[in-house]
């Protein structure tokens, strides 16, 4: 698969303060990309350098296999955006508005602009002038906008931000399909892990300006275990009968009183039984999903950073 995107050592500094490191980020033709990381990671600055924005302080941007060199456009005619609060003309319709971007891109195409309309739910309110718009159908219209010149890259900062629930669910497939029938790859950013384990091939994290990883949503979910978490007043004992007399061979102590035993086959029922004939006093013992959350939560713990969780599951 050819890559689309490929930084080498992209670095940005605002009054010598590094707001992005050293990045080497690779985003493969066909794919969707989320670039997941808490507020001031760099998630923007970085987006702005690949539209070329903001200068790099260094490094290399290639995009379509090729370098892009200070100065030059023509890449952008092949890329569709939204990056920060989409602004319009209001007093035009939804329809005016996207025809006027058609022109200035020099893709002109009526067509299209009523196909993007339609796929995000705007056909029927296209004559609209846009100053009647809610928040969510400006960001809707702001995609449909992104999409009109169908691009064959699709950059997206925050682009959930003021979507209803269901709103948040139309834009999943919306992305979804222009991956597989229009053959998109599209960079996704986000703060929250819920919004992009849905629709996301792969993940990059990045943290404090530094890509911490950058790994595919099959392999995170193929490593992250079951594992069964026990709770004692004795945790020396339980582990020596884990070992010894249970044979676990792999288990971690959490805390003080708790363990958690990993790829066992051992039922609950027998665990919590073979420790209990061995003296070790139970408090709790369950067992538990190593969930997409904690393995991202553990890649920036590291560095004493957080990625957001959604509680409301948005
Ligand atoms: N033009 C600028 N001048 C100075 N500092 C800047 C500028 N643009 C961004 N920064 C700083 O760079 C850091 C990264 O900001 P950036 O907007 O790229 O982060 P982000 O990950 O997109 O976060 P958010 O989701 O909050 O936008 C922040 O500390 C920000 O204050």
Do not use: C
Request: proline residues 3%; negative net charge; without cysteine.
């Amino acid at each position: 698969m050819t890559d689309i995107i490929r930084t080498r050592l992209l670095t940005k500094s605002f009054q010598s303060t590094e707001v992005v490191s050293q990045v080497n980020m690779t985003v493969k033709r066909g794919e969707i990309y989320g670039f997941l990381g808490p507020n001031g990671a760099g998630k923007s600055t970085l987006m702005k350098m690949l539209l070329g924005l903001v200068q790099p302080t260094s490094g290399e941007i290639e995009l379509f296999g090729e370098r892009i060199q200070p100065g030059s456009i023509e890449f952008l005619k092949r890329i569709g955006h939204l990056i920060e609060t989409p602004v319009f003309y209001d007093k035009l319709t939804a329809e005016q508005n996207l025809e006027l971007h058609g022109e200035y891109m020099g893709y002109y195409d009526k067509q299209a602009v009523r196909e993007s309309l339609q796929l995000v739910q705007l056909l029927g309110v296209e004559n609209k002038p846009v100053h009647q718009f809610s928040l969510g159908m400006k960001q809707r219209l702001a995609i449909a906008r992104a999409i009109s010149t169908k691009p064959e890259l699709l950059l997206l900062d925050e682009p959930i931000n003021g979507l209803d629930p269901e709103g948040i669910q139309d834009m999943r497939s919306l992305f979804r399909r222009l991956r597989d029938e229009w053959g998109m790859t599209i960079l996704i950013s986000s703060h929250l892990l819920s919004e992009i384990e849905l629709v996301a091939d792969t993940v990059g994290v990045i943290h404090s300006g530094r890509l911490v990883r950058e790994v595919s949503l099959e392999t995170v979910r193929q490593s992250t275990t079951d594992y069964v978490e026990i709770m004692t007043s004795n945790i020396k004992q339980a582990a020596f009968v884990l070992e010894e007399k249970l044979g676990a061979r792999r288990f971690r102590q959490i805390n003080s009183n708790t363990l958690r035993v990993y790829g066992t086959d051992l039922s609950e029922e027998a665990l919590s039984k073979g420790l209990i004939m061995n003296d070790v006093p139970i408090l709790s013992l369950n067992r538990r999903h190593h969930s997409l959350e904690e393995y991202f939560f553990d890649i920036v713990k590291g560095g004493g950073g957080h990625v957001a969780s959604d509680q409301a599951g948005a």
